[in-house]
T-cell receptor, first 116, second 116 residues
Framework: AQSVAQPEDQVNVAEGNPLTVKCTYS??????LFWYVQYPNRGLQFLLK??????LVKGSYGFEAEFNKSQTSFHLKKPSALVSDSALYFC??????????????FGRGTQLTVWP | DTAVSQTPKYLVTQMGNDKSIKCEQN?????MYWYKQDSKKFLKIMFS???????INETVPNRFSPKSPDKAHLNLHINSLELGDSAVYFC???????????????FGNGTRLTVT
């Protein structure tokens, strides 16, 4: 069965400190990997994705994510957190690389709180 | 311009009623989705349509019936509403054809359905 795990329901970090939001996955083949962010009362917004190549991908708002194939992880990172980064973050995987009509499997989300 | 718009934003109704949620996207995408987000923020796909054709139909009660009159619209009709249907319903779209399977999803801001 395909699954995505975000082991931390909550991550708290002080403004200016680095942040990491963890994601591991269990899917067949070589999936595409995504991070989305959800602000209160809003829909999800795309942050970044891993397709192939360099294991470190850069995305919106200074976020980046590191793909680790051996650990089947795709952790979201930011060198210096901002209070405005406080939101709900979702990791997602798409296992059907060969199909254009596959589906996204979402993790359960991690609430990031950045303290001033 | 709103890329993916849903109406209504809030919907409060009584058990047993029938209600509809409408979704429109102006991105020119060929695929649209309905997702359900429960009170614990877990996201689950319900349906997806590609060029008006039903592609994904998860294990959803047949009280839920999607309708796609054209590529830009995907509506959700719910019959005989139950308490457990209370959730936030998100519409999303993506461009699958030519996207090689890694086009990000664009989400609407959700419809908060409360069944009393």
């Amino acid at each position: 069965a395909q699954s995505v795990a975000q082991p931390e329901d909550q991550v708290n970090v002080a403004e200016g400190n680095p942040l990491t939001v963890k994601c591991t996955y269990s899917v067949s083949g070589n999936p595409y990997l995504f991070w989305y962010v959800q602000y209160p009362n809003r829909g999800l917004q795309f942050l970044l994705k891993y397709i192939t190549g360099d294991n470190l991908v850069k995305g919106s708002y200074g976020f980046e994510a590191e793909f680790n194939k051996s650990q089947t992880s795709f952790h979201l990172k930011k060198p210096s957190a901002l209070v405005s980064d406080s939101a709900l973050y979702f990791c997602a995987v798409r296992p059907d690389r060969g199909s254009t009509l596959g589906r996204l499997y979402f993790g359960r989300g991690t609430q990031l709180t950045v303290w001033p | 311009d709103t890329a993916v718009s849903q109406t209504p934003k809030y919907l409060v109704t009584q058990m047993g009623n029938d209600k509809s949620i409408k979704c429109e996207q102006n991105l020119g995408h060929d695929t649209m989705y309905w997702y359900k987000q429960d009170s614990k923020k877990f996201l689950k796909i319900m349906f997806s349509y590609n060029n008006k054709e039903l592609i994904i139909n998860e294990t959803v009660p047949n009280r839920f019936s999607p309708k796609s009159p054209d590529k830009a619209h995907l509506n959700l009709h719910i019959n005989s509403l139950e308490l457990g249907d209370s959730a936030v319903y998100f519409c999303a779209s993506s461009q699958e054809q030519g996207g090689q399977g890694h086009s990000p999803l664009h989400f609407g801001n959700g419809t908060r359905l409360t069944v009393t």
